[in-house]
């Protein structure tokens, strides 16, 4: 796979291991939205139906855009399910070492085939560089659902982000959200994205419930890998996000009806906005001040399902 980073002001930047994570506006990427799952299992390890039966649900049921199979410790093998409009992205979810807690990391491989040796590593990091020398991505999985803490994740170096949101650790016991985890990293400096996944088994209802909307004109493998890394995409349990402006002083965002828009920043730094009424809204046209560091945003639909942007990183950012 290709590593296709980007530069400064979108995405990617050579430094130190691969690439850092940077500001990225997916709505400043050319292209289209695609709409996608990033952590998939079939019979191949855990899940239910064959490759072929699980493409074909996402494909035809969900209607989304792409998949990637991540089946534990499983490389997958794709090239024969990709059709004409859906693309299947290889990938896998590895398990080396232990978390302060004592148990297994997870950690979801994005744009891997190889090399062979890579399920059976037994270190994180060491998981981490080699999918990075071969220009995979990689997303800590569910880590508030398994136990692992701030500490861990800030021990490591080379992934992309990590899963604030799991359809299947909700279904499982409550602890599908780790917006908590997410935010302790960036409030300590870790540029790191956040993604919404179902981690589908298709055993359950864990599908259909949390997923990206990648903007690219490259609809490959190639091209959704090199997406995520830029950070051109936004994630989603239900809501949509049409259209973002953002600079150190304002925001303005079109959204489809929420009850609320979150601009959350380090530590108490922040600022809500809904109708007194409640009524729902579209968006915000609103002036900023006091942030700190990073802002990002989250809406939040009559049904209190969020969707999420990445971070913005106010020495990025233009004034205004």
């Known amino acids: 796979m290709a590593s296709g980073i980007g530069n400064a002001a979108h995405g990617a930047v050579q430094c130190g291991l691969g690439w850092l994570v940077a500001s990225a506006n997916p709505f400043s990427f050319p292209g289209r939205l695609l709409k996608g799952n990033l952590h998939t299992h079939t019979k191949r390890s855990d899940g239910t139906l064959s490759p072929e039966e699980t493409v074909a649900w996402f494909r035809d049921r969900g209607r989304y855009d792409f998949v990637v199979l991540t089946d ?7 090239d024969a399910l990709c059709s004409e409009g859906f693309t299947v992205v290889p990938g896998v979810e590895l398990h080396p070492g232990k ?5 297994a990391h997870h950690i979801v491989c994005v744009g891997v085939t190889g090399p062979a040796e890579l399920p059976g590593l037994d270190s994180p990091q060491e998981v981490l560089t080699t999918v990075d ?35 299947t650790c909700s279904a499982l016991n409550g602890k599908g959200d780790s917006t908590v985890i997410w935010d302790d990293l960036l409030a300590r400096g870790r540029r790191v994205f956040g993604v919404a996944v179902d981690d589908a088994h298709l055993a359950r209802m864990d599908y259909f419930g949390g997923w990206v909307m990648v903007r690219t004109d490259d609809a490959s493998p190639d ?32 959204c489809s009806p929420v009850r609320s828009v979150h601009v959350v920043s380090r530590g108490p730094v922040g600022v809500s906005f809904m109708d007194p009424g409640g009524a729902l809204m579209d968006g915000v ?16 639909d009559a049904s209190g399902m969020s969707a999420w942007t990445n971070p913005f990183y106010l020495d990025e950012l233009p004034p205004e």
């Open 72 to 78: 534990h410790r499983v490389l997958a093998e794709t």
């Open 99 to 103: 978390n302060e807690l004592g148990h």
């Open 133 to 167: 020398e071969a220009g995979g991505v990689c997303f800590a999985a569910h880590p508030r659902w398994h136990g692992c803490t701030f500490r861990d994740l800030i021990a490591l170096e080379g992934y992309a982000g990590v899963e604030v949101f799991n359809t």
């Open 223 to 254: 091209g959704i890998v090199a997406a995520l890394k830029a950070g051109a995409f936004y994630s989603s349990c239900g809501p949509e996000i049409r259209s973002l402006e953002v600079t150190q002083s304002h925001l303005k965002l079109e």
């Open 285 to 300: 046209d609103c002036t900023l001040g006091g942030m700190d560091t990073y802002l990002r945003v989250q809406v939040v």
